[in-house]
């Protein structure tokens, strides 16, 4: 197993950002100062811009940290502390989507909304309105056109729109289900990863319908019912995916990364992704994915 510093990311996916030390990192030592701890950041494919969201605004940087635009939620406030605006851009860079929890936020009045803005100008072309009250998370289709937000209301459960821009209309499309959390695309699109809301499998989906066409349990790679699959996952190739289980509580408290073979659903074993973040691992393709540590990306490959 290697590692090195990572000087670049290609897994035809958007481009992976981070906050450290008053800057968003992406790979590369590329970073973009900013005047404040982001709420969420994302970095444009061609590494000239970033965007982060605050507590009342999407606000978007150059490699300097001059702010080229910004765009209000609506009415201030002073704090928000349960959810978080959320921001991508587009694969090809031209875009930015902005979730913005409205509901819970209360920037508006209302329910939760996607907008899609332009990358150059922060100008609005299209809005919708999700009618969820949650916190939401955009996953970037790799085939360009499509965006995903998954959106999890807590006790009530999770839900997921596929949306397209398609002139001055974001054009939305709810997925059939209440109980499942989103949590990665294979690098060919073909295929997505979902883990139940409850945490005790994880599914894959052809894409874009969403059928299942297998299924992992907790009890599949040697746990019992007590442990938990977390909220994420990958692929680190066309074959393998990795997942997450873990036990939280009062007397213990632990997480451990293992590998799926996703043409079967055989456990492959655990592996070690040199992180001690749960969530940690960023898939790069090829077997590679990168992690980020005190301002810093680093690579490593199987």
């Known amino acids: 197993m290697a590692a090195c510093k990572a000087s670049g990311y290609r897994p035809g996916m ?3 950002a981070r906050y450290s030390d ?3 990192h992406a790979p590369g030592d590329v970073t973009f100062p900013v005047a404040a701890k982001p709420r969420d950041q994302a970095v444009a494919p061609d590494l000239t811009r970033a965007v982060y969201t605050t507590d009342n605004e999407l606000v978007c940087v150059d490699r300097i940290g001059v702010v080229r635009w910004r765009h209000a939620f609506g009415v201030f406030r002073t704090k928000v502390r ?3 605006a959320g921001c991508v851009f587009s694969l090809d860079g031209k875009t930015v989507w902005l979730f913005q929890p409205d509901a819970t936020g209360h920037w508006n009045d ?4 996607w907008h899609v803005l332009d990358a150059a100008t922060g100008v609005v072309l299209a809005s919708a309105d999700l009618g969820t009250a949650g916190q939401g998370n955009q996953h970037v289709h790799p085939g360009g056109t499509d965006v995903l937000v998954d959106v999890g209301e807590g006790q009530d459960g999770s839900f997921l729109f596929r949306g397209r821009l398609n002139n001055n209309t974001l054009e939305v ?3 059939p289900w209440e109980n499942r959390v989103l949590v990665a695309f294979a690098t060919d699109g073909h295929h997505f990863m979902t883990v139940h809301h409850e945490q ?3 599914a894959f989906h052809t894409y874009p319908d969403g059928e299942v066409v297998m299924r992992v349990t907790v009890t599949d790679l040697g746990y019992d019912e007590n442990a938990r699959l977390e909220w994420t996952g990958g692929y680190l190739d066309a074959d393998t995916a990795f997942v997450v289980a873990g036990v939280e509580g009062d007397d213990e408290e632990w ?3 293992h590998l799926i073979d996703v043409r079967t659903g055989a456990h492959l074993g655990p592996f070690d992704a040199h992180t001690d973040d749960a969530y940690g691992v960023i898939p790069a393709g090829g077997g590679a994915w990168l992690t980020f540590d005190d301002g810093v990306f680093r690579l490593h490959v199987r």
């Open 200 to 202: 005790h499998d994880v």
């Open 14 to 16: 958007i481009t992976p």
């Open 110 to 113: 209302g329910s939760d909304t």
């Open 82 to 84: 349960i959810v978080r």
């Open 22 to 24: 008053g800057a968003i």
């Open 173 to 175: 499309v709810p997925y």
């Open 255 to 257: 997480f451990r990364h």
